[in-house]
């Protein structure tokens, strides 16, 4: 494959997106000495880390393992500053990265990709904008990503608010002055718990509207001093070793015990460890069973109750924040920093809108069943169409005019996460049933693969690169297989494909691949030492 293609194509590969796993993708085919042309929405690079500008967004991994791995000079180089970096400074990095390997002349930016339709006649890719203009490419590699598609509450009246409004997704980029500012959040998730946690001494009142509580766990971050910089560096090889063992790519792993395979004292001594270290460890390191057994998990739901219960001072507040329709660590964990001592403040108001529902957004405020409030800001901290939320936002048009929403209407079915029947030539990277877990070990790793496949299309002469009906089908059912039993899967959330605020996705479905990353590479790196000869090539 030559830089200028045989049939007069744009260019050999088109990436959508500009976030990480984009700028890794076109860092890959570069080297395959491909013309690749990237295409994002923003004014830069970063992705999530463009969009989501609101007060307190940062890391829940730690700085050191999420950064990238694959170039040993740019980890000596680059010094995080923080256990768990915030927004500003991960932003910086990645605008770092885009320098120092020279990204930005093959990007394309303020270029949102509204179709994506396959020429069967060319084997090829054709790609339009939202400025009417089209591209052509042999290879489309979707860089997404799983969070990247805001949405709004449907409540009446949201656009009659005469102050201003702000989804934490589309924060402005300039500041915001909450100063004696009488301010509202919506929603309760990770965002709004960091929202909220950061801006709550700086407004003049803050009300927090919250549907669903969700269990948090103390993030305990801190500054990253120079003797512990040096040992972070020197220690980089064997850290990212222990990402690829790992279940889910994070430098925590499932503790092998039981929850009952140990007495009353050391499993409350067990959890006070790990609610005093830092990060996911509570989450990702805890007992074996407590994600699959209701006694286990109710261990930990129980020891995480009692914790916000000592936290928060007025106990009706407390039982407001406790969750009672899901166990802990069943939906994504949130991460705080002194998140449940913001309601000891007396500028801070909780309503449960379960109890008093809100009726509409006035041009004032807010009306609840039970009062009107005033607000000069409103924040929405309402999540995402999440993981099949940003292919629904493209017309993708495989092989005989397949469109990829009908085919996703009752859910997503892929291969391996990275491929789609009726879809050729074209590649997904963090979408549907891959392993997601610490995302850019799991991003590394799906780039890495898709580069090794075009390589082997351009080593071989192969123009046309498929998923076969039946490799979809077992796969998919795979996927659904390893979430029998997770009680993650029994909880309406994003991770099982819930928004009430979507149309048409009420209904649960296997989303996101559950099982190990060691055991999903193993199943990618099969495929790829037969020759691809699961795939249909041509």
């Known amino acids: 494959m030559s830089a ?47 969009w989501n500008r609101y007060p307190g967004a940062r890391f829940d991994s730690e700085s050191y393992s999420y950064g990238y791995s694959f170039s040993k000079e740019l980890l000596e180089e680059w010094e995080w500053s923080e256990h768990f970096a915030g927004q500003p400074e991960t932003l910086r990095y990645c605008n770092y ?28 890719w054709r790609i339009t904008l939202e400025d009417g203009s089209h591209h052509t490419c042999r290879f489309l590699i979707t860089a997404i990503g799983p969070l990247s598609t805001p949405t709004l509450p449907r409540i009446e009246g949201r656009d009659s608010f005469q102050g201003k409004s702000f989804h934490t997704a589309r924060w402005p980029h300039d500041p915001v002055d909450f100063t004696g500012k009488r301010v ?10 960091q929202t909220i946690q950061t801006i709550a001494s700086e407004v003049g009142h803050l009300t927090v509207f919250q549907r669903t509580p969700n269990w948090c766990a103390p993030l305990h971050n801190g500054k990253i001093d120079a003797e512990t910089q040096r040992k972070i560096k020197a220690g980089y090889p064997e850290m990212f070793r222990r990402c690829q063992e790992t279940f889910a790519c994070f430098i925590h792993t499932p503790d092998p015990r039981g929850a009952f395979e140990v007495s009353d004292e050391e499993r409350e001594a067990f959890y006070e460890k790990l609610y005093g270290e830092r990060g ?81 957004i006035t041009p004032a405020g807010i009306k609840t069943s039970e009062r009107e409030f005033e607000f000069d800001i409103i924040i929405y901290a309402t999540g995402f169409d999440a993981i099949t939320g940003s292919f629904d936002k493209i017309d993708f048009r495989g092989a005989g005019g397949a469109l990829l929403k009908d085919k996703w209407k ?43 496949l075009i390589r082997f299309a351009r080593d071989n002469g192969l123009t046309r690169l498929e998923a076969t009906r039946e490799g979809v089908d077992d796969w998919t059912d795979h996927v659904k297989s390893l979430g ?55």
Not at 28 to 44: I, K, M, Q, Y
Not at 287 to 310: E, G, H, M, P
Not at 530 to 535: A, M, R
């Open 4 to 50: 200028a293609p045989q049939l007069d194509l744009d260019y050999d590969a088109i990436v959508i997106g500009a976030g990480l796993s984009g700028m890794y993708q076109l860092y890959r085919l570069r080297e395959l000495d491909l013309s690749v042309r990237v295409f994002e929405a923003g004014t830069n690079v970063g992705g999530t880390w463009y």
């Open 97 to 124: 990265v885009a320098d120092k390997f020279d990204l930005r002349r093959d990007i394309r930016f303020r270029s949102r990709v509204t179709a994506a339709i396959y020429q069967e006649d060319t084997r090829s």
């Open 184 to 193: 509202a959040v919506i929603g309760t998730g990770a965002t709004g718990v």
């Open 280 to 360: 996911f460890g509570i989450w990702q390191g805890n007992f074996r069973d407590i994600l699959i057994d209701r006694k286990a998990n109710a261990t930990i739901s129980d020891f995480v109750a009692r914790k916000i219960r000592q936290r928060v001072k007025d106990p009706k507040v407390a039982e407001k924040l406790i969750p009672r329709n899901h166990g802990f660590g069943t939906r994504r964990l949130p991460l705080e920093t002194f998140y449940y001592e913001v309601y000891n403040r007396d500028n801070v108001e909780l309503v449960d809108i379960t109890e008093t529902p809100i009726e509409r």
């Open 410 to 452: 009752s859910g997503p079915s892929t291969y391996l996460g990275l491929m789609i029947d009726e879809f050729p030539n074209m590649m997904m990277l963090m979408g549907p049933h891959t392993a997601l877990g610490n995302i850019p070990r799991s991003i590394e790793y799906s780039v890495d693969w898709v580069t090794g």
């Open 484 to 538: 029998v039993g997770l009680l993650s899967n029994e909880v309406d959330s994003w991770m099982t494909g819930i928004n009430r605020n979507v149309e048409g996705k009420q209904t649960r479905i296997i989303a996101r691949y559950s099982g190990s990353a060691p055991a999903y590479r193993a199943r990618c790196d099969e495929v790829a030492a037969k020759g691809y000869d699961e795939l249909r090539l041509a």
